[in-house]
């Protein structure tokens, strides 16, 4: 019988769960505990193998079935906020992963087509029942809206009025995904736009839904950009730029900007510089991916531009990520035949995850709005 079967475990009194139930207990979570948030346990050997594998094995040893929690943003939130992650032993492996991603360019032009593949390539299937009608895969904004597709319509017009469009401009969407954004700017603002995207899924649906209007979408690397615009935008799609590759990124929207043009990063960042990759993330989510700081931002980018204004509504995150897990579970029997029962822990451990992340504020989600320096300043929607 398979560990994942196991459904009563008699929880071994050793050395590992010790460990790992004074560890919890500063989080305020239990084993086997009847609270939402408490860890029930299926397989004696998960503390040994979290405690010896760190995120690694916190992550695979859900996705093999050998614990389960009610609320996993909870359990998550309760973690990070206790800081319970700079207290597990940092795995050899882990510790190898941040020095290759110190040493080595993980988002080189040929390795950066892998997360599109790896993650944009699932399936439309999966993305279109999960996400708004316009598909928007990042942070909608909640200051007014109720449901899913307010929120992200409400943060696509304030990208428009952020960027200031009118219409007869260029604008570049660098990231373009399935087309949502570059579909509003053009039907709703009268601009031309042309968008990058590094997977075949995405420019493919989103040529589909631009069709008729004056949007080109391309299957092309950013680095190879070089053209005139009036505005640039970039949403969700820093997070995979790299370390090594930030100051190419600045450079490539320095050389495509026009001089009197306006630039908007949309990007999910981190509370600390480091080379931040969490090792199951980077496995089973976004390969190669990093979460950039306020400095490194800053660093890249302040030989090129003036920083106008910088928002974060990262809170806003974790009701996004909620929202696309409740349509994901949702949705799951209409999409079962075409992925596993793993493929399925292991997506709704990635939302609740990260869900949990942005309550308790160890990630952020921020807009920075660049010029060249505009007359009388920039007034900034919000």
Same mark, same amino acid.
């Given at each position: 019988?398979?560990?994942s079967?196991?459904?009563?475990v008699s929880?071994?009194?050793d050395?590992w769960?010790?460990?790992?139930?004074?560890l919890?207990s500063r989080?305020?979570?239990?084993?086997?505990g009847?609270?939402p948030?408490?860890?029930?346990?299926k397989?004696?050997l998960?503390?040994k193998r979290?405690l010896q594998?760190?995120?690694?094995g916190?992550?695979?040893s859900?996705?093999?079935?050998w614990w389960?929690?009610?609320r996993?943003?909870?359990f998550?939130?309760k973690v990070?906020?206790?800081?319970?992650?700079n207290?597990?032993?940092?795995?050899?492996?882990d510790?190898l992963?941040i020095?290759?991603? #110190?040493l080595? /360019?993980? *988002?080189s032009?040929?390795r950066?087509?892998i997360v599109?593949? %790896?993650h944009y390539d699932?399936? +439309?299937?999966?993305?279109?029942?999960?996400?708004?009608?316009?598909m928007q895969y990042?942070?909608?904004?909640?200051?007014?809206?109720t449901?899913?597709?307010?929120?992200?319509?409400d943060?696509?017009?304030?990208i428009c009025q952020?960027?200031?469009?009118k219409?007869?401009?260029?604008?570049l969407d660098?990231g373009c995904?399935?087309?949502?954004?570059?579909?509003?700017?053009?039907k709703?603002?009268?601009?031309?736009?042309?968008g990058?995207?590094?997977s075949?899924?995405q420019?493919?649906?989103?040529?589909q839904?631009c069709?008729?209007?004056n949007?080109?979408?391309r299957?092309q690397?950013? #680095?190879d950009? /070089?053209? *005139?615009?009036d505005?640039?935008?970039s949403?969700?799609?820093? %997070?995979h730029?790299?370390p090594? +590759?930030y100051?190419?990124?600045?450079e490539v929207?320095?050389?495509?900007?026009?001089?009197?043009?306006i630039?908007?990063?949309?990007t999910?960042?981190?509370?600390k510089t480091d080379h931040?990759?969490d090792p199951?993330?980077?496995?089973?989510i976004?390969p190669?991916g990093?979460?950039?700081?306020v400095r490194?931002?800053a660093?890249a980018s302040?030989?090129?531009?003036?920083?106008?204004?910088?928002h974060n509504f990262g809170a806003?995150?974790d009701t996004t990520?909620?929202?696309?897990h409740?349509?994901?579970?949702a949705?799951w029997?209409?999409?079962?035949?075409n992925?596993?029962?793993?493929?399925?822990?292991?997506?709704?451990?990635?939302?609740n995850?990260?869900a949990?992340?942005?309550?308790?504020r160890d990630?952020?989600?921020?807009q920075?709005?660049?010029s060249?320096?505009i007359d009388?300043g920039?007034?900034?929607?919000?």
């Amino acid at each position: 019988m398979s560990s994942s079967c196991i459904e009563e475990v008699s929880v071994p009194n050793d050395e590992w769960y010790r460990i790992a139930s004074e560890l919890l207990s500063r989080a305020g979570i239990e084993i086997n505990g009847s609270a939402p948030s408490d860890v029930q346990v299926k397989n004696p050997l998960f503390f040994k193998r979290v405690l010896q594998e760190g995120s690694l094995g916190l992550g695979e040893s859900y996705m093999d079935g050998w614990w389960d929690c009610e609320r996993l943003d909870v359990f998550f939130q309760k973690v990070l906020r206790a800081g319970l992650e700079n207290q597990l032993p940092r795995h050899f492996k882990d510790t190898l992963r941040i020095a290759t991603a #110190r040493l080595f /360019n993980l *988002q080189s032009k040929k390795r950066a087509w892998i997360v599109g593949k %790896e993650h944009y390539d699932l399936g +439309n299937d999966l993305f279109s029942r999960m996400l708004d009608p316009l598909m928007q895969y990042s942070c909608a904004y909640w200051k007014k809206a109720t449901t899913l597709e307010e929120a992200q319509q409400d943060k696509l017009e304030l990208i428009c009025q952020k960027l200031q469009l009118k219409p007869g401009m260029r604008v570049l969407d660098i990231g373009c995904g399935w087309g949502g954004l570059a579909y509003y700017m053009a039907k709703n603002y009268g601009v031309s736009v042309v968008g990058v995207t590094i997977s075949a899924e995405q420019q493919k649906m989103a040529q589909q839904r631009c069709e008729g209007l004056n949007v080109d979408i391309r299957l092309q690397d950013y #680095r190879d950009l /070089n053209d *005139q615009f009036d505005r640039i935008v970039s949403v969700g799609m820093f %997070e995979h730029v790299g370390p090594k +590759n930030y100051n190419t990124y600045f450079e490539v929207a320095d050389r495509n900007l026009k001089s009197d043009g306006i630039f908007l990063l949309h990007t999910i960042g981190s509370k600390k510089t480091d080379h931040n990759v969490d090792p199951w993330i980077n496995k089973y989510i976004f390969p190669n991916g990093c979460l950039p700081s306020v400095r490194q931002i800053a660093d890249a980018s302040e030989r090129h531009f003036i920083m106008e204004d910088w928002h974060n509504f990262g809170a806003d995150y974790d009701t996004t990520l909620m929202a696309w897990h409740e349509r994901f579970l949702a949705s799951w029997p209409e999409i079962a035949d075409n992925y596993s029962e793993r493929f399925k822990r292991m997506f709704s451990y990635y939302l609740n995850a990260c869900a949990g992340a942005f309550r308790a504020r160890d990630i952020h989600l921020w807009q920075v709005v660049f010029s060249r320096g505009i007359d009388h300043g920039l007034r900034v929607a919000r």
